[in-house]
């Protein structure tokens, strides 16, 4: 009993910690026609999943180890959902409280939706760029900040460290001259990197050679598994480092939940890759 009231405890306060929103935007939000408000949570509540169904005010939310972790690593957490929704517990909250017991800050991400692909592009530069200028505040390492994403979420993150040598809004602040580009990118059943023609990446991809490593996972009877595919080649020939684990089944939008062998590998193969590259 007393080792299941420690790890009540331990939830309970990560969740605490995490309640203050950190706003991306202070004045208006680039590229955005609707008024900042409250985001709007959907009535789908199937599979116990919140889901986000509008965001104009995006933010994150701050989930800080009880130990970090000694790289003083940190992770920007991109639910999916189709850039439709935003799976915010499922792709959001769980996996921060997973990459917590590994030692590593983590901020979910609120990004915009639905269908504002270039508004989401916006928020997660800024987010990189805000926690890197606040790394002293948060007791991380600032050049040790990875993306970590799911479907959209990980279309997004595969945008973000790979379209971070060109602004896609306006610069604002001092805070907007700051580098947006991730230390690292890990992206768990990726969606919409494909788009290209005949099934090849998508054309608005471009891979510098300054891309970060890459931690990609997926299953083959994911219907958009291959994505994870065409990005690790694309990858590849540009001689970005990156790990592709690729096994037979797990379907898609399984997180890091029990009773499918996907959500339990990937986790320990990641936690693994997280360590070499962080060290």
């Not at 230390?183 to 919409?192: G, K, N, Q, R, T």
């Amino acid at each position: 009993m007393k080792k299941v009231f420690v790890l009540i405890t331990l939830i309970f306060t990560q969740v605490v910690i995490a309640q203050s929103n950190v706003y991306l935007w202070p004045n208006d939000v680039p590229n955005e026609t609707e008024p900042k408000q409250a985001h709007e949570i959907s009535d789908n509540k199937k599979n116990k999943v919140i889901r986000y169904s509008k965001v104009t005010n995006p933010d994150f939310l701050v989930f800080k180890p009880v130990k970090a972790h000694k790289s003083k690593g940190a992770v920007i957490v991109c639910p999916g959902g189709g850039y439709g929704v935003l799976s915010t517990n499922l792709e959001g909250t769980e996996v921060a409280q997973w990459l917590n017991s590994l030692g590593y800050t983590a901020f979910v991400l609120h990004y915009r939706v639905p269908q504002k692909q270039l508004g989401a592009l916006n928020d997660i530069q800024r987010a990189v760029r805000m926690i890197r200028h606040n790394a002293e505040t948060y007791d991380i390492d600032p050049d040790k900040i990875g993306v970590l994403g799911f479907s959209a979420g990980g279309s997004l993150s595969a945008r973000a460290a790979t379209l971070f040598t060109s602004d896609s809004y306006k610069k604002s602040d001092a805070i907007d001259a700051i580098s947006c580009r991730p230390d690292f990118a890990v992206l768990i059943y990726p969606a919409y990197l494909d788009k290209g023609e005949n099934r090849s990446l998508t054309p608005e991809i471009k891979i510098p050679e300054n891309a970060p490593p890459f931690f990609i996972f997926a299953t083959a009877d994911d219907k958009y598994g291959n994505s994870a595919l065409v990005m690790t080649t694309a990858l590849r020939d540009h001689k970005i480092p990156v790990d592709l684990h690729f096994i037979q089944n797990g379907g898609h939008g399984y997180g890091l939940r029990p009773g499918n062998e996907a959500a339990k590998m990937w986790p320990r193969l990641a936690e693994n890759w997280l360590e070499k590259i962080l060290k």
